[in-house]
């Protein structure tokens, strides 16, 4: 199966994207930019090795991330960027999953 995320509007507090199956426009999502950020990485990891592929495109966000732009880490399990086992750090890398410090 061909999995796409496409981002067509984001903005620190929210993002709309279309998903698309095998090149077909399923539905659009609208979300928080936070958890839009994690869902994406959530549909990436859940493709099956060998036998989905996965992509996305669009701008994600109006927020320019590079090496040494500062970020709070927000692991999987928590709500957000006040949650106690968040923490602020740097970016290290960028690739299509996400930025991490």
Do not use: W
């Not at 090795?49 to 320019?64: A, V, Y």
């Not at 399990?77 to 930025?99: C, L, R, Y």
């Amino acid at each position: 199966m061909k999995i796409c995320i496409k981002f067509t509007r984001s903005n620190p507090v929210s993002t709309k994207m279309e998903i698309l199956v095998n090149d077909i426009i399923c539905g659009y999502l609208r979300m928080p930019t936070n958890e839009a950020s994690s869902f994406h990485q959530l549909v990436a990891l859940g493709c099956a090795k060998g036998i989905d592929t996965f992509s996305s495109s669009g701008k994600f966000s109006d927020i320019d991330l590079k090496q040494g732009t500062q970020i709070i880490y927000v692991p999987y399990h928590a709500d957000g960027p006040d949650h106690p086992d968040s923490e602020p750090g740097f970016v290290t890398s960028i690739n299509k999953q996400g930025a991490f410090c």
